[in-house]
Antibody, heavy 121, light 115 residues
Framework: QVQLVQSGAEVKKPGASVKVSCKAS????????MHWVRQAPGQGPEWMGWVNPNSGGTYYAQNFQDRVTMTRDTSINTAYMELSKLGSADTAIYYC??????????????WGLGTLVIVSS | QAVLTQPSSLSASPGASASLTCTLR?????????IYWYQQKPGSPPQYLLR?????????GSGVPSRFSGSKDASANAGILLISGLQSEDEADYYC?????????FGGGTKLTVL
């Protein structure tokens, strides 16, 4: 079955970077854009951007443009999101979300279970 | 001011219908957007429910019951998620979303209580 398995929780100090992975299985990895969405405690989701697993192309939300990098490794069907210069406001659950295709285009039709990132001194 | 505004909470009885609204900020015409709806239960990621722009441009998520449907209220500049025949399992947070200038924007969510 389709699965997105994310890496484990992280605790980081302010100013550090974090890299979260998302391993896809059960479908053709290169056929679907992979998006990253975060959710701070008690808040709504916040979209961060996407990576095209086929080309490696990326598009980032303006709020994150200067400190986020999204990559992928097609040999192991894994997408990555690295966020630098962490601050306390970056404490959140980070989700990878697969974009649907055809009639389901522009939908996030499958989500990982999330990776909790805590930023604390 | 947020682009998408949702009531923070809503309560309804089992078997009744619930109408969840998503109001777009002035300058964002609801008629031009596809409105996406996601359901999130505690400890789980959001799940896609449906997309609605018009009766001829809409999409139901895989396995989503037909008692979840979308509509719009142009006079209120709002998208609407209608849930009929409420069940206890529908108790969750519901988020609306749009794509604007290649950017995804989420509302703050409505907590639906079924009691």
């Amino acid at each position: 079955q389709v699965q997105l398995v994310q890496s484990g929780a992280e605790v980081k100090k302010p100013g550090a970077s974090v890299k979260v992975s998302c391993k896809a299985s059960g479908y053709t990895f290169s056929d679907h854009y992979m998006h990253w969405v975060r959710q701070a405690p008690g808040q709504g989701p916040e979209w961060m951007g996407w990576v095209n697993p086929n080309s490696g192309g990326t598009y980032y939300a303006q709020n994150f443009q200067d400190r986020v990098t999204m990559t992928r490794d097609t040999s192991i069907n894994t997408a990555y999101m690295e966020l630098s210069k962490l601050g306390s406001a970056d404490t959140a659950i980070y989700y990878c979300a697969r974009e649907g295709v055809a009639a389901a285009e522009d939908t996030f039709d499958m989500w990982g279970l999330g990776t909790l990132v805590i930023v604390s001194s | 001011q947020a682009v998408l505004t949702q009531p923070s909470s809503l309560s309804a009885s089992p078997g009744a219908s619930a109408s969840l609204t998503c109001t777009l900020r002035s300058g964002f015409n609801v008629g031009t957007y596809r409105i996406y709806w996601y359901q999130q239960k505690p400890g789980s990621p959001p799940q896609y429910l449906l997309r609605y722009k018009s009766d001829s441009d809409n999409h139901q998520g895989s396995g989503v019951p037909s008692r979840f449907s979308g509509s719009k209220d142009a006079s209120a500049n709002a998208g609407i998620l209608l849930i009929s025949g409420l069940q206890s399992e529908d108790e969750a947070d519901y988020y609306c979303m749009i794509w604007h200038s290649s950017t995804s924007l989420f509302g703050g969510g409505t907590k639906l209580t079924v009691l």
